[in-house]
Nanobody, 115 residues
Framework: QVQLVESGGGLVQAGGSLRLSCATS????????MGWYRQAPGKQRELVAA???????NYADSVKGRFTISRDNTKNTVYLQMNSLKPEDTAIYYC?????????WGQGTQVTVSS
């Protein structure tokens, strides 16, 4: 069983920055895809940013140019650097990893952006 441990959420003013971290208990080299999703109250969970095993990255249009996904292979950790945060970025952010056909989720971390 793979475990994903997230950290880095919190409360920030609009225009501020946060960095989320997600550490996987398995080797990041074995991951098929890994990234971040978010779910705001009353809305469906949506992709924020992710990379595949081929190092292809995808971003939601709403975060392009503001968010950056990166990885540290030595720490089996994926990061989401979030800059120029907006109130509409407020949500629970979930780390997601796919190892072959198995999909795993983190417990979620709250990000709140005040106006």
């Amino acid at each position: 069983q793979v475990q994903l441990v997230e950290s880095g959420g919190g409360l920030v003013q609009a225009g501020g920055s946060l960095r989320l971290s997600c550490a996987t208990s398995a080797s990041i080299f074995s991951v098929s895809a890994m990234g971040w999703y978010r779910q705001a109250p009353g809305k469906q969970r949506e992709l924020v940013a992710a990379f595949t095993s081929g190092d292809i990255t995808n971003y939601a249009d709403s975060v392009k140019g503001r968010f950056t996904i990166s990885r540290d292979n030595t720490k089996n950790t994926v990061y989401l650097q979030m800059n120029s945060l907006k109130p509409e970025d407020t949500a629970i952010y979930y780390c997601n990893a796919r190892y072959y056909i198995h999909i795993y989720w983190g417990q979620g971390t709250q990000v709140t952006v005040s106006s």
